[in-house]
């Protein structure tokens, strides 16, 4: 019998021996734990009351990356260049052997990087042992047990380095957002100034020499003064858009019925003029920042009213609870929109409408509809075909993170 083998024997069937077993003979008994202790995936290792290695199974040494020669009898594994997560070397009384001698308790969940010298590479256990007492409660063998996580490590350390260049990633965008803002801000403010300036004195231009010029002059004029007017109003809603990233409000109950309301009253002479219909579900009560649900329905109830077809305008506003989730839709019946560009309307500055006379704006107030409900965490899409009118959808979670 090895030394491995009659270690084990020691071990596993004295205590059988001590009460009575015997369902099988003493040696079937003896193959069948030694089978089973071999056959296992997890490291099991047994030291002496002097801390000396008694047993180490098959799985054991395969992690070790040594043979049961090299063990036998030593104190333990604590000399093969052990190291802790953060690199600092296991003293010897950090070794969980050494623990369980000192202390006589168990110790768990040890995570210990062992050099393997003849790989040369460090394998990382995952280390509980437990004490064998005597009779007089000192401690007889200490058993450990052990499992391989260098991969997991891997795995961990890979995340926290992608972790970490994400972190780095997202404070430079941070930063690079807070200057774009900055600039957008101070350089809508800058360009204000002198398109007043413009218009202004082209206006003065026209009334004063009016009847000295001719039509083309006269043409010319308005053209400079319709244009100074249009990039205003487009500088205006790059303000306007550059602002939301900043937006501090804080999420509260906000009662749609009322938002709609308050939305309706500020169209209503357009409302009145184009002879429109709104008609308004019961909305929910959800959680929100106000001020920039009034600003959505705003854009979108403005673009049902904008893109009418000729007809009577007849917009509908409803919502759908879901489990976590508000679905809310606005649909009309206008001039629709080709599907191919479902997505591209969403995009700043983009406008499918080259008549500017026909279908005022800067294609803004899209941009700014989803910013809006991306900062609720929500999502927006259209549904809509050419000549047969659009329902623009948002969902807003239930529960909202703080801003």
Same mark, same amino acid.
């Given at each position: 019998m090895s030394c %491995?083998?009659?270690n084990l024997f020691t071990i596993s069937y004295t205590n059988m021996k001590e009460e009575g077993c015997s369902i099988f003979s003493f040696s079937e008994n003896k193959q069948r734990i030694d089978t089973l202790i071999n056959g296992l995936h997890i490291g099991v290792l047994v030291q002496g009351s002097g801390s000396e290695i008694l047993f180490c199974n098959k799985a054991a040494l395969n992690m070790l990356g040594l043979s049961w020669d090299e063990l036998n009898g030593r104190s333990s594994f604590a000399d093969c260049n052990i190291i802790h *997560?953060?690199? #600092?070397?296991?003293?010897? =009384?950090?070794?969980?052997?050494?623990?369980? =001698?000192? @202390?006589?308790?168990?110790?768990?969940?040890?995570?210990?990087?062992?050099?393997?010298?003849?790989?040369?590479?460090?394998?990382?256990?995952?280390?509980?042992?437990?004490?064998l007492l005597d009779d007089n409660g000192n401690v007889k063998e200490v058993i450990s047990s052990f499992s391989d996580i260098t991969e997991r490590k891997s795995i961990e350390e890979k995340? @926290?380095?992608?972790?970490?260049? =994400?972190?780095?990633?997202?404070?430079?965008?941070? #930063?690079?957002?807070?200057?774009?803002?900055?600039?957008?801000?101070?350089? @809508?403010?800058?360009?204000?100034?002198?398109?007043?300036?413009?218009?202004?004195?082209?206006?003065?231009?026209? $009334?004063?020499y009016?009847? %000295?010029?001719?039509?083309?002059?006269? /043409?010319?004029?308005?053209?400079?003064?319709?244009?100074?007017?249009?990039? $205003?109003?487009?500088?205006?809603? +790059? =303000?306007?858009?550059? %602002?939301?990233?900043?937006?501090? /409000?804080?999420?509260?109950? #906000?009662?749609?019925?009322?938002?709609? !309301?308050?939305?309706? @009253?500020?169209?209503? $002479?357009?409302? /009145?003029?184009?002879?429109?219909e709104l008609i308004v579900s019961e +909305?929910?009560?959800? !959680?929100?920042? #106000?001020?920039?649900m009034h600003q959505l329905f705003e854009k979108l109830v403005s673009n049902a009213l !904008?893109?009418?077809?000729?007809?009577?305008?007849?917009?509908?506003?409803?919502? !759908? *609870?879901?489990?976590?989730h508000f679905l809310f839709s606005v649909n009309d019946n206008g001039i629709g929109i080709d599907p191919k560009y479902s997505d591209r309307i969403f995009v700043l500055f983009q406008r499918l409408h080259r008549d500017k006379d026909a279908y005022e704006g800067t294609g803004v107030g899209l941009a700014i509809s989803k910013k809006i409900v991306?900062?609720?965490?929500?999502?927006?899409?259209?549904?809509?075909?050419?000549g047969e009118g659009s329902t623009f959808y948002f969902t807003i979670p239930k529960e909202q993170k703080r801003a």
């Open positions: %491995q083998s009659q *997560e953060d690199g #600092t070397s296991f003293s010897v =009384l950090d070794h969980p052997g050494s623990r369980v =001698l000192a @202390t006589k308790r168990a110790v768990a969940n040890i995570i210990m990087g062992v050099y393997r010298p003849i790989t040369k590479d460090r394998v990382w256990l995952l280390v509980n042992a437990e004490p995340l @926290t380095s992608l972790y970490q260049s =994400l972190e780095s990633r997202a404070f430079e965008l941070a #930063t690079s957002n807070a200057d774009l803002q900055r600039f957008v801000y101070v350089a @809508t403010h800058d360009l204000q100034e002198p398109l007043r300036m413009v218009t202004s004195f082209t206006q003065l231009l026209k $009334k004063k009016e009847k %000295q010029l001719d039509e083309q002059a006269i /043409e010319y004029i308005n053209y400079a003064v319709e244009n100074a007017s249009r990039m $205003k109003k487009l500088i205006l809603d +790059l =303000l306007e858009y550059s %602002q939301f990233s900043s937006n501090n /409000e804080e999420f509260v109950q #906000t009662a749609m019925n009322n938002v709609v !309301k308050d939305v309706t @009253t500020l169209f209503s $002479k357009q409302i /009145e003029g184009l002879q429109a +909305l929910p009560v959800i !959680k929100s920042k #106000t001020l920039l !904008k893109y009418h077809n000729g007809g009577k305008p007849v917009i509908k506003i409803d919502c !759908k *609870e879901n489990d976590d991306e900062l609720h965490n929500g999502s927006i899409w259209v549904r809509s075909e050419k």
